[in-house]
């Protein structure tokens, strides 16, 4: 079973940049609605970014402009840069895959902005 694990998370200033990844370890045939969600502190996990039907990104009102996803296809890797990161994008991030049919969830990496 293919599993998905983030990296890149850790401690920045607000206006600093970080860059997620998140690894498929392990061959996949079928790789669908990769995405990337988050968790606030006593929040609900929401949708950061994604790709649309055309395969066109898309985000949160709250990221656009700041935050890009994109994907290596050859390796099946998912990434999300950010930058001009605030204190409001601290977060549990989470990388998300429908994969062989499956539903597939990373554990998480945690993104801390300091004001």
């Known amino acids: 079973q293919v599993q998905l694990v983030e990296s890149g998370g850790g401690l920045v200033q607000a206006g600093g940049s970080l860059r997620l990844s998140c690894a498929a370890s392990?061959?996949?045939?079928?790789?669908?609605?990769a995405s990337w969600y988050r968790q606030r502190p006593g929040t609900h996990r929401e949708l950061v970014a994604g790709?649309?039907?055309?395969?066109?990104?898309n985000y949160a009102g709250s990221v656009k402009g700041r935050f890009a996803i994109s994907m290596d296809s050859a390796t099946n890797t998912l990434y999300l840069q950010m930058n001009n990161l605030v204190p409001n994008d601290t977060a549990d991030y989470y990388c998300?895959?429908?994969?062989?049919?499956?539903?597939?969830w990373g554990q998480g990496t945690q993104v801390t902005v300091s004001s």
């Open positions: 998300y895959a429908f994969i062989d049919g499956r539903t597939t």
């Open positions: 790709f649309n039907s055309r395969g066109r990104p």
């Open positions: 392990g061959s996949a045939s079928n790789v669908e609605r």
